[in-house]
């Protein structure tokens, strides 16, 4: 008996050393619960919500220590601004915050997937169960505070994701997006982990603020700017960031729509936040020899032009997303670029409205697939009178993409440019060109409104009835929308607390 | 009451924009709420009008509700404090007062819509607007910073927009509508520039932080220019000469609408906006405060005069309210700021019930013209009762609540040191026999003598109508005494603002005040109000029907001065005159300099994108290994940007080592 309480205090005293990793832990468990518990036939349905609920919990959790970072939790000391693994990982501000954007949009597609999964389809289990391991791998890069974890987390994600898109296998667009997304992903990685193995060459170690600490004097800067590349190079792949960005619109066409909302919305933003942490933390202090803003300025505006033009001529929307969807990571690329404290916070505000944004758009998508209308733009005609609700969701998510108030999209995207602004010297001109961009974009989220308001082409079309839980989740993520517009000092209060703690990591050694 | 609930008064704006929401929410989900959104409605517009009576008992029994206030978005400026748009409320006694009366009377007339427009079919429509808009206009009158107020002052043309042109399958309805909105347009357009300009010179939008700087501010011609761009605004918000000819129009809207919008409440906003910028008008080169006074007291006169000679009912209280915003621009422009707002509330009182009444009658005969109307006293006892009881007190007898403000008006003009004052007092004094004349003319015609054919059949509204227009009757006869005698309402309003005492010293040091002269100009008012009522009972009530305005019509002068009265002094026509041989013809050039020009540059643009898409598009040919190759490039690339330097060191060295030249 004192064995067992002797254990259980040890087991209470670890987790309460580990509390801020504690959503990970929940959800990998639960991960590995959904396996076994997939075998029971008749828990087939019980899955999703089981893993939902699971989300729900982790989110919660994320919130709570957002929220009231100075309460004690339960038994358990709370533990804010506290590394782990000797300064492996680091729980604060900056990796709550993407932790919120990462489960939110894990809930959002979660709950959508209630109905995309449907009751016959075989590997449920397998599907929530790499859902919640990706949701994981997304976790653990937001705290992560070394390139190895850094790695590993991203890792974690892409595996899951891949794995994800093939889920379908039967599909043979689905199975061969997958392979893509695979092949491409693989180069990525071996990019990227070659690229860490030259900065710890040079540095000699892999943790951030170390890095940052040797890499002014390191005796073999040529190394490190090999490094620096190299891994621009593998974030550039997770960013889908022009002309590393091939695989996105193939694999967000066909990808189970689902899987292209949490692509789109949550795992794109991984790089952001690894991009971010890497540059600003790790090479800081080089900024002057290795030139990475100049590079992110420059991929910025190849990114977002590419994406806007191309996106121009798309007719299916699905793919119109997918290129909408590069074009904002070209926008998120300036705050990268300019790199103020001011404008990490803008980007990171508009990695949040964009999740919600993009998340609801591609779920809306996949909700109407549902419900029987097509993926073509000309297949959206009338639905202002076949579905009023959701073509006003639909409207109000495409106007805040195109950054149209009263639309969370218009003042995260106004941050940006005005930060770029405000910072001045050649960002002026990301915000220059990013504008022009912004007016390009209009047309093609507008053409899409205005089918959707167009007579429909068939007289007496049916009402289209969008199953519950996508609708659920795409009204969630509309009035998400509307809430970055009404509420948006607050969140973007939030994103500068988060920018602020990302700036203290450096004095972490 | 609510000092320490003060996060509830968001709930007076918000309560309607709830009920605004749902009602559109439902009806995108396919639900019609009908009648059941005047339920909605009422509830909203309930909630806040309580709020608004709680927060005047607190605030006149000198409770300081303090201003609250949101920070709505702030982001970094290079180089200063951030900028910061702040939404609040602010409770001083003003808006505590306005708010009150805006409240109530929102309140009354939703109610009384539930009558008169049961059995529309765009009923969810039409709560839905009434809800945005009452939220707007209780919005503006409690913001705190003009930022706010002019989000809810175009909320509330848009409203007014949408309400006029309710019944939208009368084409009437759909020109008065969009006459509206372009006339008020072209004000909304100078409060716009007026907000640039005050935020480039104050840096701020909070009403208290613009009270603050705006002494330290030398130069008066500048203020000046700030308080004659928001006058524009209010010029166009209240239907003021030139900007007049929307108001008559808007009379196509259904009753409650014109009683609510286009009498009581939204065209008094701009009467208001000038109110809460005294403090940069009073500042200003007396320019802006003399034109003020002369363009109210201009329209007093201008608008009472077309008020003579029309049928349409509603036309006749139409013009009436304009020559009583006329009155109330006048006393601000003289200095009286509260006489201004104390007629602003006795009017919206009175004229909320003149319209209600008139709906009334207008339900029981089916017909806007008075001349089918007549003997209505018989039919409806409560109705015309209530509406004589507005009717002597909009024209000024004596104890009512009318006497009370116009009399104070009368006096302030008479005591101000306004350009040329004495034609001012003059205009009105005019109006008051006026006032008097075409009030008592439209009684008479519509409830004296025998019933026409059409008013036989008359019965009385139903209750949701009836006791509205009863209720209102109350403060139409005694808000004047109640407010002199009870609140001291002078001291009230200006012990709040802190400025009107220095102002009236002001204006008052080259004014003529003395006492005798005071009390003449009152009995002077009274004796002009008897005067236009003993000329309307002649005309009208001593021998109904047997002697009319219109005989004038072919009485030779008298004629023209009928035509042009009947024309509305041809102002319309000149603009429509203006705007065919000029606007047009200017607009057709543009338009094709545009298509030309412009059009073409854009499309030149744009077809230069998609020719770059069709290009760029050709990428992404499924292929992976074109994928991976990319990748590669991608890597070239930015070796290339990211040691741009170093290259560009190394080949000049190369240049220079090879051909002798360079760096």
Redesign the interface.
């Known amino acids: 008996m004192s064995d067992l309480a002797d254990l259980l205090s040890q087991l209470n005293a670890s987790l309460s050393d580990h509390i801020g990793l504690l959503p990970m832990l929940l959800l990998t468990i639960l991960a590995l619960l959904l396996l076994p518990l997939s075998q029971v036939r008749s828990f087939q349905r019980g899955l999703g919500v089981f893993a939902l609920l699971g989300l729900g919990v982790a989110t919660a959790l994320v919130y709570e220590m957002f929220a009231f970072p100075h309460l004690g939790f339960g038994t358990f000391e709370r533990r804010l601004d506290e590394s782990y693994f000797g300064g492996a990982m680091v729980v604060n501000a900056w990796s709550l915050f993407f932790s919120a954007i990462f489960l939110v949009v894990a809930l959002l597609v979660c709950l959508a997937s209630l109905s995309e999964v449907k009751r016959h389809e075989p590997h449920q289990g397998e599907y929530y169960a790499l859902l919640l391991l990706a949701t994981v791998g997304m976790l653990v890069v937001a705290s992560a505070n070394d390139l190895f974890l850094l790695f590993i987390g991203i890792e974690i994600a892409s595996v899951s994701t891949f794995a994800l898109t093939a889920w379908r296998k039967k599909d043979a667009l689905s199975s061969e997006a997958a392979?893509?997304f695979f092949?491409?992903g693989g180069?990525?990685a071996a990019?990227l982990l070659y690229g860490i193995s030259w900065v710890y060459g040079a540095t000699g170690s892999v943790q951030l603020g170390q890095i940052a600490a040797a890499a002014p004097h390191t005796t073999h800067p040529e190394a490190l700017?090999l490094g620096?590349?190299?891994m621009?190079?593998g974030f550039?792949?997770k960013f889908a960031a022009?002309?590393?960005h091939?695989?996105a619109?193939?694999v967000y066409t066909g990808a189970p729509t689902t899987i292209s909302a949490f692509l789109a919305a949550g795992s794109k933003k991984m790089a952001v936040v690894a991009a971010l942490k890497v540059f600003v933390i790790g090479f800081g202090t080089v900024a002057a020899t290795?030139?990475?803003q100049?590079?992110f300025g420059?991929?910025a505006i190849l990114t977002m032009?590419?994406g806007n033009?191309?996106?121009?001529?798309q007719t299916d929307i699905k793919r119109m997303l997918a290129y909408s969807s590069i074009g904002q990571a070209g926008y998120i690329l300036i705050a990268v670029a300019v790199a103020t404290p001011?404008a990490i916070a803008a980007g990171l505000y508009h990695s949040l409205t964009h999740a919600l944004m993009k998340g609801g758009a591609f779920l809306l998508v996949g909700g109407l697939a549902a419900a029987g209308v097509g993926y073509k733009i000309a297949d959206w005609e009338g639905l202002g009178r076949r579905s009023?609700?959701m073509a006003?969701a639909a409207t109000l998510l495409l106007l805040g993409l195109a950054g149209i108030p009263p639309t969370g999209g218009f003042?995260s995207k106004?941050?940006i440019f005005?930060?770029a602004?405000?910072?001045?010297d050649w960002f002026l001109w990301l915000a220059v060109i990013g504008l022009l961009n912004s007016a390009?974009s209009l047309?093609y989220y507008a053409k899409v409104i205005r089918a959707i308001y167009k007579r429909p082409a068939k007289a007496g079309a049916k009402h289209v009835h969008v199953p519950l839980p996508y609708a659920a989740a795409v009204i969630l993520a509309t009035i998400g929308v509307l809430a970055t517009f009404?509420f948006?000092?607050l969140g973007?209060g939030l994103a500068s607390e988060a920018a602020e703690s990302l700036l203290t990591l450096t004095s972490l050694r | 009451m609510l000092e320490h609930l003060l996060y509830l008064t968001w709930l007076i704006p918000f309560a309607p924009f709830l009920v605004f929401g749902f009602i559109y929410l439902m009806?995108?989900?396919?639900w019609n709420l009908g009648q059941a959104a005047g339920h909605l409605s009422l509830i909203g517009v309930g909630i806040s009008a309580l709020l608004s009576v709680v927060i005047f008992a607190d605030v006149s029994s000198g409770v300081a509700l303090g201003p609250i206030e949101?920070?709505?978005?702030?982001?970094?400026?290079?180089g200063g404090p951030p900028l910061q748009y702040t939404m609040g409320l602010q409770f001083d006694h003003l808006s505590a007062l306005v708010g009150m009366v805006v409240g109530i009377l929102s309140f009354l007339i939703t109610l009384y819509s539930l009558g008169y427009m049961r059995g529309d079919v765009g009923l969810h429509r039409y709560y839905a607007h009434i809800s945005l808009f009452i939220g707007a206009m209780l919005g503006l009158v409690y913001s705190n910073n003009y930022l706010m107020m002019f989000i809810m002052w175009e909320l509330m043309g848009l409203c007014s927009y949408l309400l006029i042109g309710h019944y939208n399958h009368k084409p009437e309805a759909a020109a008065a509508a969009k006459k509206a909105f372009l006339v008020t347009r072209i004000g909304d357009v100078s409060f716009l520039i007026g907000l640039v300009v005050i935020w480039n010179t104050f840096g701020t939008f909070q009403f208290s932080a613009i009270e603050q700087a705006v002494g330290g501010i030398k130069d008066t011609m500048l203020l000046a220019h700030i308080a004659l761009l928001l006058f524009g605004g209010a010029v166009g918000k209240s239907a003021q000469f030139p900007l007049h000819v929307w108001l008559p129009d808007a009379m196509e809207g259904p009753t409650p609408v014109s009683a609510l919008i286009h009498a009581a409440t939204m065209v008094k906003a701009g009467v208001f906006l000038v109110a809460r910028s005294y403090p940069l008008f009073v500042h200003a080169d007396p320019i802006a405060l003399t034109t003020v006074a002369w363009v109210g007291g201009f329209t007093a006169i201008f608008a009472a005069s077309m008020a003579l000679v029309f049928f349409d009912i509603k036309r006749v209280l139409a013009y009436s309210t304009l020559s009583q915003l006329g009155y109330m621009f006048l006393a601000l422009g003289v200095g009286g700021y509260s006489a201004g707002i104390f007629h602003l509330m006795n009017h919206a009182f009175f004229k909320a019930l003149l319209f209600m009444g008139a709906g009334a009658c207008i339900h029981a005969v089916h017909s806007n013209d008075m001349r089918q109307m007549g003997g209505l006293f018989k039919k409806m006892r409560w109705t015309g009762l209530a509406m004589l009881i507005a009717t002597l007190s909009i024209s000024g007898l004596p104890l009512l609540s009318g006497w009370w403000s116009k009399d104070e008006i009368l006096t302030d003009v008479l005591l101000s040191g306004v350009w040329h004052a004495d034609i001012l007092y003059f205009f009105g004094l005019f109006t008051a026999v006026l006032t008097a004349f075409y009030m008592f003319r439209l009684w008479f015609l519509t409830f004296w003598g025998t019933p026409s054919h059409h008013a036989e059949h008359a019965v009385e509204a139903p209750p949701t109508m009836v006791v509205p227009v009863v209720l209102l009757a109350i403060p139409a006869a005694l808000s004047g005494l109640l407010a002199v005698y009870v609140l001291d309402l002078p001291d009230f309003l200006e012990a709040s603002e802190g400025m009107a005492g220095e102002l009236f010293f002001q204006l008052g040091a080259f004014g003529l005040g003395s006492v005798s002269l005071e009390l003449a100009g009152q009995a002077l008012g009274s004796v002009m109000a008897l005067l236009g009522l003993y000329i309307a009972w002649v005309m009208y009530g001593r021998r109904y029907g047997k002697r009319n305005v219109e005989y004038l019509k072919d009485l030779g002068w008298a004629g023209v001065l009928y035509r042009t009265l009947w024309n509305r002094y041809y102002i319309d026509q000149l603009y429509v005159g203006f705007c065919t041989m000029v606007i047009v013809p200017f607009v057709r050039l543009q338009a094709r300099f545009d298509q030309g020009g412009i059009d073409g540059l854009v499309n030149g643009i744009?077809s230069a994108?998609?020719a770059?898409?069709?290009s760029?598009?050709r990428?992404?040919t499924?292929i992976?290994s074109?994928?991976?190759a990319?990748?590669v490039?991608?890597?070239v690339?930015?070796?290339v940007?990211?040691?741009?330097?170093t290259l560009a060191g190394f080949l000049d060295e190369l240049a220079r080592q090879n051909f002798g030249y360079g760096g």
């Open positions: 392979i893509k092949l491409i180069l990525s990019l700017t620096a590349l190299l621009i190079a550039g792949f022009v002309p590393f091939g695989w619109p193939d290795v030139h990475w100049l590079i420059v991929l032009t590419v033009v191309v996106a121009l001529w001011d009023p609700g006003l003042f106004f941050f005005a930060t602004v405000a910072a001045g390009l047309y009404f948006a000092n973007f | 009806a995108a989900l396919g949101v920070v709505w978005v702030s982001f970094p400026s290079s744009a994108a998609f770059l898409g069709a760029l598009r990428l992404q499924g992976v074109h994928y991976a990319m990748i490039l991608g890597i690339l930015i070796a940007v990211g040691n741009a330097q």
